[in-house]
């Protein structure tokens, strides 16, 4: 079935570059997701890129996609402490437009002053 | 504005017990969407409502779980006869018509079932 595999935790010191990484099984997913969880908070929409791209880049985030190997990124240039968070990646089930998500297990990003 | 809301925060239920958690979404948005989180664990799709239609229940664990939403609104999980591995955090997401596939999430509420 269709799965999202993430790395579990990043440690990175503040204004280095974070780069989590994300591999997923469905290449029919139309658009492929990144969230972020903060302590005691829910789940807030950082980015997406539609699956017909390769790279998409929105301020401090950077988001890539090889479809070929099925294979997601997201980078945070400037990485701030409080970016520290838990972050998911999400593909969309299948080509239809029902907006079910499929989530990785979600990195934690812990950034050191 | 307001956003997704989602009552209680906090459930701490016995084992056997059934509970029934409350979520509000975003008004107008017309598709609702549970998910379950464990303990270390990703998301996992629980049920989706979309206006009118037949809910896609695809994702419930077992017979025991069970949701609503009435008049396109608010929606109830209700778990009946809970055991321990029910215990989790339940969130609730909405999304409007016709966007991009952003959903909108609650802070969901943290179940325990002792």
């Known amino acids: 079935g269709e799965d999202v595999e993430q790395s579990l935790f990043l440690s990175v010191r503040e204004g280095d570059s974070s780069v989590i990484n994300c591999t997923y099984t469905?290449?029919?997913?139309?658009?492929l997701y990144w969230y972020k969880q903060e302590p005691g908070a829910g789940l807030q929409l950082l980015t997406y890129i539609f699956s017909n791209m390769d790279m998409k880049q929105d301020q401090r985030l950077t988001v890539l996609l090889n479809k070929k190997d099925k294979h997601l990124s997201l980078r945070i240039a400037d990485t701030q402490t409080g970016d520290s968070a838990i972050y998911f990646c999400a593909e969309s089930y299948g080509s239809s437009n029902t907006g079910k998500l499929i989530f990785g297990q979600g990195t934690t990003l812990q950034v050191k002053p | 504005g307001a956003g997704v809301s989602q009552s209680p925060s906090n459930k701490v239920t016995e084992k056997g017990k059934d509970v029934e958690l409350r979520c509000d979404p975003i008004s107008g948005h017309t598709a609702l969407y549970w998910y379950r989180q464990s303990l270390g664990q990703g998301l996992e799709f629980l049920i989706y409502?979309?206006?009118?239609?037949?809910?896609?229940k695809s994702g419930l664990p077992s017979d025991r779980f069970s949701a609503e939403r009435t008049g396109g609104s608010v929606s109830t999980l209700t778990i009946q006869r809970t055991q321990q591995e029910d215990s989790a955090v339940y969130l609730c997401?909405?999304?409007?018509?016709?966007?991009?596939?952003?959903?909108?999430f609650g802070p969901g509420t943290r179940l325990t079932v002792l």
């Open positions: 997401a909405s999304r409007p018509t016709g966007r991009s596939n952003e959903q909108f």
């Open positions: 409502f979309q206006g009118n239609s037949a809910p896609d």
């Open positions: 469905d290449s029919s997913s139309t658009y």
